[in-house]
């Protein structure tokens, strides 16, 4: 819904100029962008490393040309939309106080993550240009990560504390470094500003979008990432929330990397994907339980590239009526994976179909215009039961513009919270949570 707003106000205010009058205007940017450069370049001594220079040439006057040809506006944002706006970065792990309820002895310490799309520089950017407007939609904006870490003292006493961070890759330290909104958005509005974004991208940085790391978070061989779609995931210090570096497996993978990947049953391994927009558009792969190396690939050979967002991993269900059957055999052909089931597709429908028993649903009511993301399951150390554990969830209040974090039974899933542990600041809508348990709790 609130995509579809943006998008109705974004297109809403589009200013179309005559051509002409266009062109007039490009050719007087691009003269007076220009004839600066060629007087320094006229300057260079002789021996330089021609090369080198040219190329940095170049990159400053297409950054100049930019600057001059391409203004840079703030999105409206409806009051609807309000807690859609991004928050600043706490700078510290803030101890809380003012917990409503208990939490119980037996729930694990821990940290519950979410992570979600929280715009650099105040908020998501259109850019007005002789091309026409394009403009940034809102899953584009930068990851932030949210984390409330749950400690127990020796007797017993729980204490709360909370911190956020950006996700780190390298085009936002670029931007950063650079000190204002570089990429030009490619996404959303006029043709011809799109088509001129996606070269002057590519031109300047070598992509066309910015590595975003915004959507989920998650633990394999004892180590922690960030992800999104679009590239490789992002490995994070939980205790810090700092961004260590990219996880690419030593070059073995090389292309994007799933939001969703997920833990084969009793191996441990990780089963991942990566889509593209170019070939090979959809890519299957195995990585060892340590994290260290990628143990099998297979290029699933679809003729066209189509978004595969999640992935589900069984060890005893038989394949059965899958959209994607190459998938599941390129898998089976390594002898690990005898047993899986891997769907990359379609309809979360398919897997009640074949799964036979009926998926349990219930429902949990929040209070009267609270709305919660990233909710997560925690289960409970040596439970045995189905539904032996809790529910925690970031909820937000839209009337008193505060957040918490709720914990919810289970087994009383429609029962009210059991504890309600207030934040310091307001935690913006999002999307992906999960919650890590210290390792003495494994
Ligand atoms: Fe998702």
Not at 106 to 122: H, K, M, Q, S, T
Not at 422 to 431: A, M
């Amino acid at each position: 819904m609130a995509t579809l707003c943006l998008a109705s106000q974004v297109k809403g205010s589009i200013h179309k100029q005559p051509i002409p009058h266009r062109i007039g205007e490009l050719k007087t940017s691009l003269s007076s962008t220009v004839k600066p450069f060629i007087q320094e370049l006229e300057k260079l001594p002789m021996r330089i490393d021609v090369s080198k220079t040219i190329k940095s040439v170049t990159l400053r006057i297409l950054d100049a040309f930019v600057d001059s040809v391409f203004q840079f506006v703030d999105q409206p944002v409806l009051p609807s939309q309000r807690n859609f706006v991004p928050v600043e970065e706490i700078g510290h792990i803030a101890q809380i106080e003012g917990i409503v309820g208990e939490i119980p002895a037996d729930f694990p310490e821990g940290v519950y993550i979410r992570n979600g799309a929280n715009p650099l520089w105040g908020g998501l950017k259109s850019t007005i240009s002789v091309f026409g407007k394009s403009s940034h939609v809102w899953v584009e904006g930068e990851g932030m990560l949210h984390a409330l870490y749950f400690s127990k003292d020796t007797n017993g006493n729980w204490s709360f504390a909370y911190n956020n961070r950006f996700v780190e890759p390298k085009t936002f330290k670029m931007e950063k470094q650079r000190n204002k909104p570089s990429y030009l958005p490619a996404v959303e509005g006029d043709s011809p500003a799109i088509l001129a974004a996606f070269v002057l991208n590519a031109l300047r940085f070598g992509d066309v979008n910015k590595i975003l790391s915004n959507t989920s978070v998650f633990e394999h061989g004892g180590k922690y990432y960030s992800i999104a779609e679009n590239y490789l995931a992002q490995e994070i210090d939980i205790s810090s929330l700092s961004t260590l570096d990219d996880w690419d497996l030593g070059g073995a993978w090389g292309r994007p990397f799933t939001t969703h990947p997920k833990k084969a049953p009793g191996s441990g391994e990780l089963v991942i994907m990566g889509v593209d927009a170019v070939k090979p558009y959809y890519v299957v792969g195995v990585i060892s339980a340590d994290g260290k190396k990628l143990i099998h690939k297979a290029d699933v050979k679809l003729k066209r590239s189509t978004l595969a967002h999640e992935i589900g991993i069984t060890q005893n269900q038989p394949p059965i009526d899958l959209c994607l059957l190459n998938v599941i055999e390129l898998c089976l052909s390594h002898p690990r994976y005898l047993g899986y089931l891997v769907s990359p597709i379609c309809d979360v429908f398919a897997f009640k179909g074949h799964f036979g028993n009926p998926i349990k649903m219930e429902h949990h009511k929040f209070a009267k215009n609270n709305f919660c993301t990233g909710s997560a399951y925690v289960s409970k150390p040596g439970g045995s039961e189905e539904d032996d554990g809790w529910i925690v969830a970031y909820v937000h209040d839209e009337d008193t513009d505060t957040s918490h974090v709720i914990v919810v039974d289970a087994k009383n899933f429609q029962g009210e919270p059991i504890a309600k542990i207030p934040l310091p600041q307001r935690v913006p809508y999002g999307h992906h949570g999960a919650y890590f348990q210290t390792p003495s709790q494994h």
